[in-house]
T-cell receptor, first 111, second 111 residues
Framework: SQTIHQWPATLVQPVGSPLSLECTVEGTSNPNLYWYRQAAGRGLQLLFYSVGIGQISSEVPQNLSASRPQDRQFILSSKKLLLSDSGFYLC??????????FGSGTRLTVV | QKEVEQNSGPLSVPEGAIASLNCTYSDRVSQSFFWYRQYSGKSPELIMSIYSNGDKEDGRFTAQLNKASQYVSLLIRDSQPSDSATYLCAVNKAAGNKLTFGGGTRVLVKP
C-alpha cells in the first residue's frame, strides 16, 4: 500500500532563516506530487505541483521554491522566511483524475 | 464567483440526525468530485469520491452529484460527535492534475 511521509511535524523558525521541508511517497511510481499551504482558519492554497522528476509548476509567486530530485521525493524550500510564510504545509500525492492523499503536515511558525 | 463554493457554517446537527452539506462548482467540464474531512489541526482525509451523476453510498456517507446543476452534496446519516470536523469539497477539471478546493463547511455534532 502507498504511504506518504512528511517531516518535521512542527517547526519554529526566525524571520530570514532558510526552510527545507521534505516529503516522500512509498509504494507507488511516478505519482503527481503537491505542496499546499493552509493559513490559520483559511482554505487550502496550492503552492507547487509536479508530474515528474524535475518538473515543477508554481501556482503562486512568492519566496518559496520546490524541487523533485527523485521520483517519490518532493522538497519545499525558502532562502529567507517571512512572517507571512507561517502556516500548515501539506504534501499530497495522486494519480491524474483521482483524489489526493495528504501527508500529516508541517506546522510552521515564523517568529 | 469562486470556482468551488461551500457554506462555511458552522452546521450544527444533533447526534443521530442527518447532516447535509452542499457544494457548487463553476466549471462545467469538471469530471471528478471529492469530499475530504479535516479534524482541527490535522491533514485532510479523503472520505468520498464520485464521478457520475446520482448517489454513491459508503457506510453512513452518501455523496450526490448533479452535473447539470453543477452541484455535489454529502449526507452524513446518524451523525456522531466524532463527525465534528471541517468538510472540504474538491473538484478536478477534465483530465486535470489539480484539485480545486472549496473553503470547507464546519460541522458540529452536539450530543
Amino acid at each position: 500500500s502507498q504511504t506518504i511521509h512528511q517531516w518535521p511535524a512542527t517547526l519554529v523558525q526566525p524571520v530570514g532563516s532558510p526552510l527545507s521541508l521534505e516529503c516522500t511517497v512509498e509504494g507507488t511510481s511516478n505519482p503527481n506530487l503537491y505542496w499546499y499551504r493552509q493559513a490559520a482558519g483559511r482554505g487550502l492554497q496550492l503552492l507547487f505541483y509536479s508530474v515528474g522528476i524535475g518538473q515543477i509548476s508554481s501556482e503562486v509567486p512568492q519566496n518559496l521554491s520546490a524541487s523533485r530530485p527523485q521520483d517519490r521525493q518532493f522538497i519545499l524550500s525558502s532562502k529567507k522566511l517571512l512572517l507571512s510564510d507561517s502556516g500548515f504545509y501539506l504534501c499530497a500525492w495522486s494519480f491524474t483524475g483521482y483524489g489526493y492523499t495528504f501527508g500529516s503536515g508541517t506546522r510552521l511558525t515564523v517568529v | 464567483q469562486k470556482e468551488v463554493e461551500q457554506n462555511s457554517g458552522p452546521l450544527s446537527v444533533p447526534e443521530g440526525a442527518i447532516a447535509s452539506l452542499n457544494c457548487t462548482y463553476s466549471d462545467r467540464v469538471s469530471q471528478s468530485f471529492f469530499w475530504y474531512r479535516q479534524y482541527s489541526g490535522k491533514s485532510p482525509e479523503l472520505i468520498m469520491s464520485i464521478y457520475s451523476n446520482g448517489d454513491k453510498e459508503d457506510g453512513r456517507f452518501t455523496a450526490q452529484l448533479n452535473k447539470a446543476s453543477q452541484y455535489v452534496s454529502l449526507l452524513i446519516r446518524d451523525s456522531q460527535p466524532s463527525d465534528s470536523a471541517t468538510y472540504l469539497c474538491a473538484v478536478n477539471k477534465a483530465a486535470g492534475n489539480k484539485l480545486t478546493f472549496g473553503g470547507g463547511t464546519r460541522v458540529l455534532v452536539k450530543p
